[in-house]
């Protein structure tokens, strides 16, 4: 055993004691976190502008303090972005971490000196949980790769800006630094797919341990892998013990990812955003992802079916409920408030805090007053691919309003490895699935105001053209699950002539 790998057991144990300290004592924690916030920013512009100093309780601040998205923080962090100190937290930030939002172009989240070494933590103490439940440590000692975006930065009025990713990547810590791949010079490179082919001749002949990204460009790198060595991935790398996801549901992928691999292959499950890194998977026999309590942010909760009313109920974590579909709130040391992420989040447990990924507020078909999900899409499909044994690389749904036959149905977009067959007899499956879990959509069905859902096959790598085509190929995008209108629909449509 290695000295790595005896410090790396001897950490995990000292940190799951200090999570287990604040995870038992979950209301006293985020009441901390909430006095710390506001004690500390009460004298930047936010701050005098909603009265921080005369907020006591949380109810005081739901009066002060209104739920907004971007757009509705604009004015404040475009004077950040200009370079104006004290505006939303004390100082200025160490970075902006750049996203491009669909409604409010391209956003620049502030990551100051108190919220980055939280980004930091959390990846760290993942790992460790893994470790400290498991006992095994020995992939420490092995090639660990991170499919991310290019570390490399811009400045803007002074401040250093880039991806999340790519700014996380200067902080993967020195004893890390030589099992770490791809190479620094690849990591820059910007176009995906030169990158991948890149990554392929960097990793191909590596002891690799351990591998993270998100699902559809971790798939990608495998596929190459394959295509270059005509070997499964546990044939390649021997010693690969460890997958690491976050940034879209897995499940769709799983059964893809096995038969890529060749074999079951632990996992970790992340919840990281520009905004905040607010969970990760602690029990590999638990579902749901330890919600980040002591991490310098303070969460609100409202119910995502009354999220639109004129003044929905925002409550604190002591007054969630275990199953309920609820739009994320956060107010954070670097300096958000009252910020809408677009997430909609379900525990999965009080005792302690976990959650999963529902989906986006905005994400969600309605067009008959079914509110679908993403998490019933996601299900559903689920029990299609185990009832059938398809492997499914991507899909989106949307609704189809105006056939030119029948009445209106959810278009679901699929591509497959291999079209089925059967492919009547899994629109079936997936369609009563969704049945069960949604009664609204039931209600539609039975009262014929909806017929059943239909596959469009999307040609192989018609995903990634599409993304290409938008100018999101890789890195950290993200393909929506649903859509309530066709844009997606028609660009696939118009891309591949559907």
């Given at each position: 055993?290695?000295?790595?790998?005896?410090?790396?057991?001897?950490l995990a144990r000292k940190v799951r004691k200090e999570?287990?300290?604040?995870?038992?004592?979950?209301?006293?924690?985020?009441?901390?976190?909430?006095?710390?916030?506001?004690?500390?920013?009460?004298?930047?512009?936010?701050?005098?502008?909603?009265?921080?100093?005369?907020?006591?309780?949380?109810?005081?601040?739901?009066?002060?303090?209104?739920?907004?998205?971007?757009?509705?923080?604009?004015?404040?962090?475009?004077?950040?972005?200009?370079?104006?100190?004290?505006?939303?937290?004390?100082?200025?930030?160490?970075?902006?971490?750049?996203?491009?939002?669909?409604?409010?172009?391209?956003?620049?989240?502030?990551?100051?000196?108190?919220?980055?070494?939280?980004?930091?933590?959390?990846?760290?103490?993942?790992?460790?949980?893994?470790?400290?439940?498991?006992?095994?440590?020995?992939?420490?000692?092995?090639?660990?790769?991170?499919?991310?975006?290019?570390?490399?930065?811009?400045?803007?009025?002074?401040?250093?800006?880039?991806?999340?990713?790519?700014?996380?990547?200067?902080?993967?810590?020195?004893?890390?630094?030589?099992?770490?791949?791809?190479?620094?010079?690849?990591?820059?490179?910007d176009d995906w797919e030169t990158k991948l082919d890149?990554?392929?001749?960097?990793?191909?002949?590596?002891?690799?341990?351990?591998?993270?990204?998100?699902?559809?460009?971790?798939?990608?790198?495998?596929?190459?892998?394959?295509?270059?060595?005509?070997?499964?991935?546990?044939?390649?790398?021997?010693?690969?013990?460890?997958?690491?996801?976050?940034?879209?549901?897995?499940?769709?992928?799983?059964?893809?990812?096995?038969?890529?691999?060749?074999?079951?292959?632990?996992?970790?499950?992340?919840?990281?955003?520009?905004?905040?890194?607010?969970?990760?998977?602690?029990?590999?026999?638990?579902?749901?992802?330890?919600?980040?309590?002591?991490?310098?942010?303070?969460?609100?909760?409202?119910?995502?079916?009354?999220?639109?009313?004129?003044?929905?109920?925002?409550?604190?974590?002591?007054?969630?409920?275990?199953?309920?579909?609820?739009?994320?709130?956060?107010?954070?040391?670097?300096?958000?408030?009252?910020?809408?992420?677009?997430?909609?989040?379900?525990?999965?447990?009080?005792?302690?805090?976990?959650?999963?990924?529902?989906?986006?507020?905005?994400?969600?078909?309605?067009?008959?007053?079914?509110?679908?999900?993403?998490?019933?899409?996601?299900?559903?499909?689920?029990?299609?691919?185990?009832?059938?044994?398809?492997?499914?690389?991507?899909?989106?749904?949307?609704?189809?309003?105006?056939?030119?036959?029948?009445?209106?149905?959810?278009?679901?977009?699929?591509?497959?490895?291999?079209?089925?067959?059967?492919?009547?007899?899994?629109?079936?499956?997936?369609?009563?699935?969704?049945?069960?879990q949604n009664s609204y959509y039931d209600d539609l069905?039975?009262?014929?105001?909806?017929?059943?859902?239909?596959?469009?096959?999307?040609?192989?790598?018609?995903?990634?053209?599409?993304?290409?085509?938008?100018?999101?190929?890789?890195?950290?995008?993200?393909?929506?699950?649903?859509?309530?209108?066709?844009?997606?629909?028609?660009?696939?449509?118009?891309?591949?002539?559907?």
């Amino acid at each position: 055993m290695s000295l790595k790998t005896v410090g790396a057991k001897l950490l995990a144990r000292k940190v799951r004691k200090e999570m287990e300290r604040w995870a038992s004592n979950p209301v006293a924690t985020q009441q901390k976190v909430f006095s710390t916030l506001l004690s500390k920013a009460q004298n930047t512009a936010f701050g005098k502008h909603h009265n921080f100093s005369s907020i006591k309780t949380h109810d005081d601040f739901v009066r002060e303090v209104p739920i907004r998205d971007y757009e509705g923080l604009r004015s404040y962090a475009e004077r950040v972005v200009a370079g104006e100190a004290d505006v939303l937290w004390p100082g200025k930030p160490l970075y902006f971490a750049k996203t491009s939002g669909t409604t409010s172009g391209v956003k620049y989240i502030p990551l100051t000196k108190e919220s980055m070494p939280t980004h930091i933590k959390a990846a760290r103490n993942a790992i460790l949980s893994y470790i400290a439940e498991t006992g095994k440590a020995s992939f420490v000692d092995g090639k660990m790769i991170f499919l991310q975006g290019s570390p490399e930065m811009q400045e803007k009025n002074g401040i250093k800006l880039g991806r999340l990713s790519g700014i996380v990547a200067h902080y993967v810590p020195r004893y890390l630094q030589k099992n770490r791949m791809p190479s620094w010079e690849t990591n820059c490179i910007d176009d995906w797919e030169t990158k991948l082919d890149a990554i392929v001749d960097e990793t191909v002949n590596q002891n690799m341990s351990v591998i993270s990204g998100i699902p559809p460009w971790v798939q990608m790198y495998f596929e190459r892998l394959q295509e270059r060595t005509g070997k499964n991935i546990a044939e390649l790398f021997e010693n690969f013990e460890l997958f690491i996801y976050g940034g879209v549901n897995f499940e769709p992928y799983r059964a893809t990812f096995q038969k890529l691999i060749g074999k079951k292959i632990p996992s970790i499950e992340l919840y990281p955003a520009s905004e905040g890194f607010f969970a990760f998977q602690d029990k590999q026999d638990e579902v749901g992802m330890l919600l980040q309590l002591d991490s310098g942010m303070f969460y609100e909760f409202v119910e995502s079916g009354s999220f639109f009313d004129e003044n929905p109920k925002r409550i604190t974590i002591g007054d969630v409920k275990i199953g309920v579909n609820y739009v994320m709130i956060i107010s954070t040391n670097a300096g958000l408030w009252g910020y809408n992420i677009g997430d909609t989040v379900q525990f999965t447990s009080t005792t302690p805090y976990r959650v999963i990924v529902s989906g986006r507020i905005k994400h969600f078909i309605s067009a008959f007053g079914e509110h679908v999900i993403g998490k019933e899409v996601e299900q559903a499909l689920k029990e299609g691919v185990a009832a059938t044994g398809v492997l499914v690389n991507e899909f989106t749904v949307a609704p189809q309003v105006t056939p030119e036959n029948g009445l209106p149905y959810h278009e679901w977009f699929v591509e497959f490895k291999s079209v089925p067959k059967d492919l009547v007899g899994l629109e079936a499956i997936i369609d009563v699935a969704l049945r069960k879990q949604n009664s609204y959509y039931d209600d539609l069905i039975s009262g014929h105001i909806l017929q059943s859902l239909k596959i469009t096959v999307v040609p192989e790598n018609g995903f990634q053209e599409y993304m290409k085509s938008i100018g999101k190929l890789g890195g950290q995008n993200k393909l929506p699950r649903l859509s309530n209108d066709r844009k997606i629909a028609e660009a696939l449509e118009t891309i591949h002539q559907l």
